[in-house]
């Protein structure tokens, strides 16, 4: 695979004509051995890409936690290290691109962890019974909620010193406290309803959710769907949903 992705760089690079012109790069096969075997999942891309290139390519294992991460997070890293953000208790959603152990001048160990939002990337110091607690659980490229501390003296590159180390799901689906599905009135159909139920009844969890209508006047009526049970506030469920109602008609409730 190395061999022929070096024949394919080295024709782009000679001329911008067709890699299948002429010549050696006829050649260019991927064996059938690998053609075989299954796809990597997106976190098994996101890891090696980030390990070959030191950078994500085809996403940013956040950007689809955007729009929570705003809503639960009180700041930012850009912000942090702007010298902008004020309070001592910092909450922020992102992953862990590095750690190791470190020790002290006095022998104890401590861990030190680069945590990076979709904004910068900032270090984290995580000291006695904390670092037990998640050195064995710590993932990279993982996306994870923190709480820390920032120093009482105001350093120019201030580190946050670790209260609390979530997976971002987990963090999300414990604090969401509603889900609202919007619909526009002339979706109202039979057929179209009977689909919704079917993909609520799909998503099944204990989150209440309500389900809006908007009409072309500009009212909108609440619909009483008649359940007792709840949705599960995840990505997954929104994405599901929303196959049906269209993009961003699903939002959660922190």
């Known amino acids: 695979v190395i061999r022929q992705g070096g024949i394919i760089q080295k024709h782009q690079s000679r001329d911008q004509k067709s890699l299948f012109s002429e010549g050696e790069t006829a050649a260019v096969v991927i064996p059938k051995e690998f053609l075989e075997k299954e796809e990597w999942t997106e976190n098994e891309i996101i890891k090696n890409e980030k ?3 030191g ?3 085809s996403c940013n294992p956040l950007e689809k936690y955007r729009d929570e991460i705003k809503k639960a997070s009180n700041t930012d890293i850009a912000t942090i290290e702007a010298g902008e953000f004020k309070n001592e208790i910092v909450r922020i959603g992102g992953v862990i ?3 190791g152990q470190r ?3 006095k022998g104890a160990l401590y861990g030190e962890l680069f945590f ?3 904004t910068g990337r900032i270090k984290v110091l995580v000291f006695k019974d904390k670092w037990t607690q998640v050195k064995d659980e710590i993932k990279e490229d993982f996306p994870y909620f923190l709480e820390g501390r920032l120093p009482d003296n105001e350093e120019a590159n201030p580190n946050i010193y670790l209260e609390s180390l979530i997976p971002l799901e987990a963090f999300l689906k414990k604090q969401a406290r509603r889900v609202i599905i919007k619909l526009r009135y002339e979706q109202l159909r039979d057929s179209f309803m009977d689909e ?3 993909k609520i009844r799909d998503n099944r969890d204990t989150v209440p959710f309500m389900i809006v209508v908007y009409t072309p ?3 909108r009526a609440t619909l009483n769907p008649g359940v007792e049970y709840g949705l599960k506030p995840t990505l997954s469920m929104k994405k599901d949903i929303e196959t049906l109602t269209s993009e961003n008609t699903v939002e959660i409730l922190y």
């Open 51 to 53: 390990e070959v290139a």
């Open 116 to 118: 990076e939002d979709l």
């Open 103 to 105: 020790k002290s001048k």
């Open 55 to 57: 950078i994500y390519i």
């Open 196 to 198: 919704l139920m079917e």
């Open 97 to 99: 691109t590095g750690y």
């Open 217 to 219: 006047d500009g009212y």
